[in-house]
């Protein structure tokens, strides 16, 4: 164990997901008490018992961000065990790409529910429990290079990666007062069963994705794991209201020059 987050209690949504579940892990080796957000309770339990058996802290808190009564009961679950939230790491998101003009408007509201409504449910339930126990806290939201870009397929959820940026702005400004810091952490592409369909559709778009990052490889979630203790700990104590682009240098590479 690490120590970094010793006495810190951390709540991740999506946490049994390809990045979630190596994040939660790491968080709990870190120290922290971890409450394992996820929407299936067996994944949630998995990786809470997975944390418990390498000597950490964990519980799991199985719900659908989109739900307010779902996030209201898994925010209380971690407070009863743990007595108080200290950061929130929230993974918990929707894709469901295709093409803009065949999209199904069920699914545009989907995904906007999951990754907008859950993002603003998340923060906020966050917040009123931060804001009660007057000692502050710090949200870290996962964002995405695609939030930046025109996509093909990725429309909707790059619209909602663009949007949860600027929620993210707002809610440092707002609960600033009370000390909340919220902050996102954009990723660039990862291995993960998020991206894996797409990955697998050429057997040479790995190589190719690689070769365009300016570091030259595809992201681990373990490239995450020193800005989450960054921003949840108390050597970020001025950072707020920032989007920390973790991708070996994609987002600032001009789109016209070739590597
Ligand atoms: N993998 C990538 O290439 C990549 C790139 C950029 C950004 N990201 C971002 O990183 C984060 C984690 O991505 P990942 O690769 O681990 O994805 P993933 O699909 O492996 O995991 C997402 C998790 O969210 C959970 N989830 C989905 N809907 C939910 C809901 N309504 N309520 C609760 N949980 C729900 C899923 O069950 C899943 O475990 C996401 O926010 C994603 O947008 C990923």
């Known amino acids: 164990m690490s120590g970094a987050l010793l006495g810190k209690v951390v709540l991740v949504t999506g946490a049994g997901g390809g990045i979630g579940a190596p994040v939660a892990r790491h968080l709990g080796a870190a120290g922290a008490d971890v409450a394992v957000g996820e929407l299936a309770a067996d994944r949630a339990e998995k990786v809470a018992a997975e944390i418990v058996a390498a000597g950490g802290s964990a519980i799991a808190v199985a719900g659908d961000v989109s739900m307010e009564a779902d996030v209201t009961a898994m ?23 295709g093409p803009l003009l065949e999209f199904p408007l069920d699914r545009f509201d989907q995904i906007v529910a999951v990754n907008l409504r859950g993002a603003l449910l998340v923060g906020r339930t966050a917040a009123r429990h931060m804001i009660a126990r007057r000692a502050g806290g710090s949200l870290v939201l996962f964002s995405s290079v695609t939030s930046l870009y025109g996509a093909p397929g990725q429309a909707i959820y790059g619209m909602t990666k663009a ?17 909340i810091r919220v902050n996102g952490l954009s990723p660039t592409t990862t291995d993960t069963p998020l991206a894996k369909a797409w990955l697998d559709s ?58």
């Open 75 to 97: 925010f209380d679950a971690a407070v009863d065990r743990f007595g108080r939230i200290d950061g929130v790491v929230h993974l918990a998101t929707f894709t469901g790409n």
């Open 202 to 259: 050429d057997p040479t778009l790995r190589d190719t994705i690689a070769s365009s990052v300016p570091l030259g490889r595809l992201a681990e979630p373990e490239d995450f794991f020193g800005t989450l203790e960054l921003l949840l700990g108390d050597g970020a104590g001025f950072i707020t209201g920032q989007t920390i682009f973790v991708d070996g240098g994609v987002s600032v590479t001009h789109p016209l020059i070739k590597r």
């Open 163 to 179: 949007g949860l940026q600027g929620l993210i702005k707002s809610m440092a400004i707002e609960w600033a007062p009370h000390r």
